[in-house]
């Protein structure tokens, strides 16, 4: 396999992280355009040929989920109808990921629908990263490549030389991964316990399992959009005598006010990673951008050359390390 025969594309909310991605491969990105008319209707139009070739779509579905969603169906169909071989997705973000279950009446399970949708338009694979829950890959029938960054983040953690570390999971769901962050750094482990009552993105935080005091804490996550759950676990960690709390997210889907709550906080840094472009961090000191794009780089590498990608779920090469903890914010 050579560079020259991957052909990767870029949607609207995956420029910078193709363009990293290619960095990290030496390839360059697919010539394609996408526009937004005044009514908000969305065209896309390959600028290339891909008859006869394996595309791989590069797009976020996060800030503006409903179009970078409907814009990764529109680009699916292109392709195919440019003859494609195969198209494969590549979602470092899965915003919809969330709606993963039917655990009150009448509602939908919007995890699925878009799989499903997905798969219509005529995806052959999908690669995404930190899924919030594993089973989202039974929702496809095509083969789901689903990557961690614990590895990237982990050794972020790891360089900075933290004394007295301690990992925290902010509830007893996201437990078992934070267990892993946990065992990868050498470090014990406290649970939060969280409840949410509705969907308005407030968590009722209610107690804290495990012994902080005198500890740096790093608190584990997959998201954050209000900040809500970070803030008041970061209070409560202080209050139980932890020195410093930091925390540690795969995607930052941080609001503006959830920013500003998280300003206030105790929380000395936030670790996280580029799956979604997000420009209102940029003003923040308290924000660390590091990059999964040589991890996913790495990912169609041996995808593409029909190699394993399991490798990459626990430890990544000095080389994707290297590359990822370089990255600048733009």
């Not at 420029?15 to 009514?39: H, P, W």
């Not at 039917?102 to 990263?129: H, L, N, Q, W």
């Not at 399992?209 to 970070?230: M, Q, R």
């Not at 941080?254 to 420009?279: C, F, Q």
């Amino acid at each position: 396999m050579t560079t020259g025969d991957i052909k990767i594309f870029a949607g609207s909310s995956g420029k910078s992280f193709a363009e990293n991605m290619c960095s990290y491969l030496g390839a360059e990105v697919g010539i394609s355009e996408t526009r937004t008319f005044s009514d908000g209707n969305t065209f896309v139009r390959i600028g290339e040929t891909v008859r006869g070739k394996d595309v791989y779509l590069v797009q976020s579905i996060g800030l503006k989920p409903n179009d970078e969603f409907v814009e990764i169906l529109f680009w699916i169909d292109a392709f195919k109808r440019a003859s494609a071989d195969s198209v494969t997705v590549i979602l470092p973000y899965f915003g919809y990921a969330k709606g993963d279950k039917k655990d009150e009446p009448r509602v939908s399970i919007r995890a699925r629908v878009c799989a499903e949708a997905i798969e219509t338009a005529g995806a052959d694979r999908v690669v995404a990263m930190d899924l919030h829950s594993h089973q989202i890959q039974g929702f496809f029938k095509k083969p789901v490549d689903h990557l961690f960054a614990l590895p990237v983040l982990c050794e972020a953690i790891a360089r900075m030389q933290l004394p007295d570390l301690i990992v925290v999971s902010p509830d007893a769901g996201f437990a078992k991964q934070a267990r892993k962050y946990a065992d990868y750094l050498h470090a014990p482990l406290a649970i939060g316990d969280k409840t949410r009552k509705d969907h308005s993105e407030r968590a009722e935080l209610m107690e804290l399992i495990g012994h902080v005091e005198g500890k740096t804490a790093v608190i584990i996550d997959d998201f954050s959009i209000s900040g809500g759950t970070l803030v008041e676990l970061s209070k409560l960690l202080i209050r139980r005598g932890a020195k410093r709390v930091l925390a540690c997210l795969s995607h930052l889907v941080i609001s503006e006010a959830g920013l500003r709550k998280l300003e206030d906080s105790p929380i000395e840094l936030i670790i996280g990673t580029d799956s979604v472009y997000n420009p209102r961090l940029s003003s923040s000191s308290k924000i660390k951008i590091v990059s999964v794009a040589p991890l996913f780089g790495e990912a169609i590498s041996r995808i593409h050359s029909r190699d394993s990608v399991s490798p990459l779920f626990e430890k990544v090469s000095e080389r994707v390390i290297a590359r990822a903890l370089e990255h600048n914010r733009d």
